[in-house]
């Protein structure tokens, strides 16, 4: 049996984390020693690994926890984990769908400054933020006045 | 009028396939004239999968609309294509 530390350090990770996955109900201890630590088994360690990898894919606490059920309910095969796979990189290609969007509206907003010092009031960032602009493709009213109200 | 039914799913999954054909055979049985059904891989078309709003396949979208984001039973399927055959058939004799 291991103590919480020796499992922190065979794992890479914290003793905070350890006790933060057991809060989340992702693992739990073995038992106690006769002093009240916790104690644990290898299965501890693997199945901090499993969570830190499953991290790492994008998978929340919430589909960590699904996948960890699965991988110990008798009747769940391959398909189960597969389907869960698949609806987590539909959930990340629609984020990253969203950022890119985002990160476009940041360029159109980036190239109207002519960084010609102006005052804030003239700024043209601040300008299109405030009529909308950035959501907008192809207009890009650079050297235009943006119609703030002083 | 003619509808598109796109059946999405990820591959390798059997119940789904089983099912698929189910709802294929229904969508079919109004005429191979007015229905076309189309698989679609999510995992190749997954673009037009998240534009769409496929979240949890197997889901179905009908003329690019995502109608029903699990699979329903053949003959759900059947009624919805069949209304919207007869309610595209008034429209035109109502323009005409």
Same mark, same amino acid.
């Given at each position: 049996?291991?103590?919480?530390?020796?499992?922190?350090?065979?794992a890479?990770?914290? @003793?905070?984390?350890?006790?933060?996955?057991?809060?989340? =109900?992702?693992?739990?201890?073995? =038992?106690?020693?006769?002093? =009240?630590?916790?104690?644990?088994?290898?299965?501890?360690i693997?199945?901090?690994?499993?969570?830190?990898q499953?991290?790492?894919?994008?998978?929340?606490?919430?589909d960590?926890?699904?996948?960890?059920?699965?991988?110990?309910?008798?009747? @769940?095969?391959?398909?189960?984990?597969?389907?869960v796979?698949?609806?987590?990189?539909?959930?990340?290609?629609?984020?990253?769908?969203?950022?890119? @969007?985002?990160?476009q509206?940041?360029?159109?907003l980036?190239?109207?400054?002519?960084?010609?010092?102006?005052?804030?009031?003239?700024?043209?960032?601040?300008?299109?933020?405030? @009529?909308?602009?950035?959501?907008?493709?192809?207009?890009?009213?650079?050297?235009?006045?943006? =119609?703030?109200?002083? | 009028?003619?509808?598109?039914?796109?059946?999405?799913?990820?591959?390798?999954?059997?119940?789904?396939?089983?099912?698929r /054909?189910?709802?294929?055979s229904?969508? /079919?049985?109004?005429?191979?004239?007015?229905?076309?059904?189309?698989?679609?891989?999510?995992?190749?078309?997954?673009d037009?999968?998240v534009?769409?709003?496929?979240?949890?396949?197997p889901?179905?979208?009908?003329?690019? /609309?995502l109608?029903?984001?699990?699979?329903?039973?053949?003959?759900?399927?059947?009624?919805?294509?069949?209304r919207?055959?007869?309610?595209?058939?008034?429209?035109?004799?109502?323009?005409?």
């Open positions: 049996m291991l103590t919480i530390g020796k499992v922190a350090e065979r890479q990770v914290t @003793a905070d984390s350890i006790r933060f996955y057991e809060r989340e =109900g992702l693992i739990r201890p073995a =038992g106690k020693s006769e002093s =009240g630590y916790r104690l644990y088994t290898e299965e501890a693997r199945r901090i690994e499993f969570i830190k499953a991290q790492e894919c994008g998978f929340s606490l919430a960590i926890r699904e996948l960890l059920e699965l991988r110990s309910t008798d009747s @769940a095969c391959c398909d189960d984990i597969y389907r796979s698949v609806e987590k990189k539909l959930q990340l290609e629609r984020k990253i769908k969203a950022l890119n @969007a985002m990160s509206a940041l360029t159109r980036i190239d109207m400054c002519s960084h010609d010092r102006k005052s804030l009031d003239e700024c043209p960032i601040l300008g299109a933020l405030e @009529a909308g602009l950035a959501k907008q493709p192809g207009k890009s009213p650079k050297n235009q006045s943006t =119609g703030r109200s002083k | 009028m003619k509808l598109l039914v796109e059946a999405f799913s990820a591959p390798g999954c059997s119940k789904c396939a089983q099912t /054909e189910a709802l294929k229904a969508a /079919e049985s109004l005429g191979k004239d007015r229905v076309t059904w189309r698989d679609v891989n999510v995992l190749e078309e997954i037009y999968a534009e769409l709003g496929v979240m949890t396949p889901s179905i979208a009908i003329n690019g /609309e109608v029903f984001p699990a699979l329903p039973k053949p003959e759900r399927l059947r009624a919805e294509l069949a919207r055959l007869d309610r595209a058939a008034a429209n035109s004799s109502i323009e005409r």
